[in-house]
């Protein structure tokens, strides 16, 4: 079962990754499919985090979660500024590379941060929380709101909510679209989104446990995702035919050599058979000489 740690931190290498994904090429569709992709899964994540991590360092850790939360919201609000600057800009924009290492450097600083300080300090605020829990005697049924909760369902939540932010609407919000960009996401007053999640299922329906989601195939990171995907797969079954055709060659010349061995098997015994025979030859010659001089020695 995931952490809250572990959920947040693949979170953040992914985003590392989709910014080396860009970086390192110079062709504009790659560019344009992982910056999107950047853009969509930090504005997912920051939205997780702002409604499942930051409260629960503010219900779990007191006065210092208060503090932690109050900072990194502080340090969104600058991500986000930089964040809509970046996705008005295409690749083939002047200033598209610039604008994505100046998002990219307080964004890191802020990975790195939570990842040093906030998400141990809150593991651990959980963990003793639970033991706290676990070890009075009865629990208050009136504080059965505020039950403390473990590290894997923090991560079940974060994940769920990160779920109901797709880019089209789920199947149970109607016909109107949630968010039809990033940024709209993004925008979107923190009481509105938690109301909007309210109507979700806590739940993933039987159709998303099996993976069969609509809307996370008409996202385009799930789009993008089923590219890299089908890509890989074709690596791998380019890779299956060379080794097909590796194989084929090494058979065909072991069918070579053992033909050779044969020939020459075949060569060897013929010039065998004729020295045998010319041995043969030269013995019966010397046997008739010594038969004829014995028989002229005797007449
Ligand atoms: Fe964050
Ligand atoms: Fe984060």
């Known amino acids: 079962m995931t952490t809250i740690s572990e ?12 910014y080396n994904e860009v970086v390192g090429s110079s062709d504009v569709a790659h560019q344009t499919s992982y910056g999107n992709l950047l853009v969509w899964e930090l504005a997912r994540h920051s939205v997780g985090e702002e409604l499942i991590l930051y409260p629960a360092f503010e219900q779990y850790m007191g006065e210092k979660g208060k503090e932690m939360a109050d900072k990194d919201r502080e340090q969104h609000h600058e991500v986000k500024i ?12 002047e200033d598209y590379r610039e604008t994505l290492d100046q998002l990219m450097g307080p964004l890191r600083e802020h990975m790195d941060e939570e990842e040093r300080d906030d998400l141990p300090a809150i593991e651990e605020a959980l963990k ?18 505020s039950t403390v909760v473990d590290s894997q369902t923090l991560a079940r939540r974060f994940a769920l909510t990160k779920k109901f932010v797709p880019t089209r609407s789920h199947p149970s919000a109607g016909e109107h679209p949630l968010f039809e960009s990033a940024m709209g996401l993004l925008a979107a007053p923190i009481d509105h989104l938690m109301d909007l999640m ?17 809307e996370r195939a008409d996202s385009p990171i799930e789009a993008t995702k089923e590219t890299a995907r089908k890509g890989v797969e074709r690596t791998q079954s380019m890779g299956q035919s060379a080794m097909e055709g590796a194989k084929d060659t090494a058979e065909a010349g072991r069918k070579k050599t053992r033909q050779a061995a044969d020939t020459a098997g075949d060569k060897a015994r013929d010039v065998s058979a004729r020295a ?18 014995a028989s002229s020695g005797a007449s």
């Open 198 to 214: 309210r109507k979700f299922p806590d739940q993933p329906s039987v159709g998303e446990r099996a993976g069969q989601t609509s």
């Open 276 to 293: 045998r025979d010319t041995a043969r030859r030269g013995s019966e010659s010397v046997k008739r000489a010594v038969s004829s001089s």
């Open 82 to 93: 930089l964040l809509k600057k970046f996705q008005a800009l295409t690749p083939r924009d």
């Open 128 to 145: 003793s929380n639970l033991e706290d829990q676990n070890g009075s005697a009865a629990p208050d049924p009136s504080s059965l709101s």
């Open 7 to 18: 959920a947040i931190t693949r979170d953040h290498r992914e985003i590392k990754d989709y």
